[in-house]
């Protein structure tokens, strides 16, 4: 019963490579996001959906396209891969003015 | 846009003392203030939230504070346990066309020991 579910859990990867994130949320919320967090732990967001419409593209490289193509997903892909994409790459969820659920992350290793 | 300041950035406590996480904002818009608590391979999960209609709120051993005025908000964790262990954030945001994307602080790692 898993309210936003993410895979992978983990990737490894290289540098150069394209690779993809999945992200799915069966709570019925119209808004979904992506947030990355670095090795300090900072959370910043990215990018933000309100029925497959994007509304919220933060100072992200064009590298990164998210794609969503129901409400109910929100993927992520990364082309080019470089060092310093490696973090924790979070999707969540909301629905009008309720908190955000997120999920439990996939940690993105580019070596 | 939002800027969000959270101290301390570590905090170590003894179980059964309290502990108290402060963090200001810049944007006088910001009208909702969640705290997340996240635990070593998981995501951050919701652990109590405050309106800016709000001065207070409490459940159970958990309890935020709210200071429009001063743009400041604080969390407030009475009688610790070794599970309270954890990254605390806070957050700011505003409701807009934008829907409610949070803007965090960068998080307090809480030892209790």
């Known amino acids: 019963d898993t309210a936003v579910s993410q895979t992978p859990k983990y990737l490894v990867t290289q540098m150069g490579n394209d690779k993809s994130i999945k992200c799915e949320q069966n709570?019925?919320?119209?808004?979904m996001y992506w947030y990355k967090q670095d090795s300090k732990k900072f959370l910043k967001i990215m990018f933000s959906y309100n029925n497959k419409e994007l509304i919220i593209n933060e100072t992200v490289p064009n590298r990164f396209s998210p794609k969503s193509p129901d409400k109910a997903h929100l993927n992520l892909h990364i082309n080019s891969l470089e060092l310093g994409d490696s973090a924790v790459y979070f999707c969540a969820s909301s629905q009008d003015e309720s908190p955000l659920h997120f999920g439990n992350g996939t940690r993105l290793t580019v070596t | 846009g939002e800027n969000v300041e959270q101290h301390p950035s570590t905090l170590s406590v003894q179980e059964g003392d309290s502990a108290v996480i402060k963090c200001t904002y810049s944007d006088s818009a910001s009208n909702y203030f969640p705290w997340y608590k996240q635990e070593l391979g998981k995501g951050p999960q919701l652990i109590i939230d405050?309106?800016?209609?709000?001065g207070e709120k409490k459940d159970q051993r958990i309890a935020v504070t709210l200071n429009k005025t001063a743009k400041h908000f604080s969390l407030h964790i009475t009688e610790t346990q070794p599970e309270d262990s954890a990254v605390y954030f806070c957050a700011a945001s505003s409701s807009s066309n934008s829907g409610y994307a949070l803007n965090f602080g960068k998080g307090t790692s809480l030892l209790v020991t």
């Open positions: 709570l019925g919320h119209d808004t």
């Open positions: 405050i309106r800016s209609n709000v």
